[in-house]
């Protein structure tokens, strides 16, 4: 899983560039194109957005706290109990604005630090090693399965 530094550049542009294809996909919904699920039981492309700003926001904290500290505790969050407490049913462009927000703010402090730094990490509950450089590629490939299950709900409800 591990970059060669020289593919770091490709790896930050794949993280920026990420959200480019939600802004385009997100587009100008429909109330009911939001409720658009791609099966019974499944998120809603609403709860979807949601559930991207707040893993945004703690991979926002997690990167700091990994930069800033020598090996901190990264702690999860049970994303079901997110959905049920947190009101995912509300508009979403606030979620839409943090996202976007935080990605950017995180791609500056990525476009600046050090080779060493994209090794530095915390100890995170639910994996052995976790790296400034594993937290990116676990963004990219968050906000790539999220995408396509927006992409098939929207299918769905066509």
């Known amino acids: 899983m591990s970059q060669h530094p020289a593919e770091r550049p490709e790896l930050l542009?794949?993280?920026?560039?990420?959200?480019?294809?939600?802004?385009?996909?997100?587009?100008?919904?429909s109330e009911d194109q939001l409720e658009s699920r791609e099966?019974?039981?499944e998120w809603?492309?609403?709860?979807?957005?949601?559930?991207?700003?707040?893993?945004?926001?703690a991979d926002?904290?997690?990167?700091?706290?990994?930069?800033?500290?020598d090996s901190p505790l990264i702690v999860?969050?049970?994303?079901l109990l997110f959905t049920e407490r947190l009101h995912y049913d509300r508009e979403i462009e606030s979620s839409v604005a943090t996202f976007f927000a935080l990605r950017a703010s995180s791609g500056a402090i990525l476009e600046?630090?050090?080779?060493?730094?994209?090794?530095?990490s915390g100890r995170h509950e639910e994996h052995d090693r976790y790296t400034v450089e594993i937290l990116v590629q676990k963004n990219i490939e968050h906000?790539?399965?999220?995408?396509?299950?927006?992409?098939?709900?929207?299918?769905s409800a066509d």
């Open 60 to 69: 926002a904290m997690r990167l700091r706290q990994m930069l800033a500290h």
């Open 143 to 155: 906000d790539h399965a999220h995408l396509e299950q927006i992409r098939r709900a929207l299918a």
């Open 112 to 120: 600046q630090i050090s080779d060493n730094d994209w090794s530095r």
């Open 44 to 57: 809603s492309v609403r709860q979807i957005v949601h559930h991207l700003a707040d893993s945004e926001v």
């Open 76 to 79: 999860p969050f049970d994303e």
């Open 13 to 29: 542009v794949a993280y920026l560039e990420s959200t480019s294809d939600i802004e385009l996909v997100l587009g100008e919904l």
């Open 39 to 41: 099966r019974p039981g």
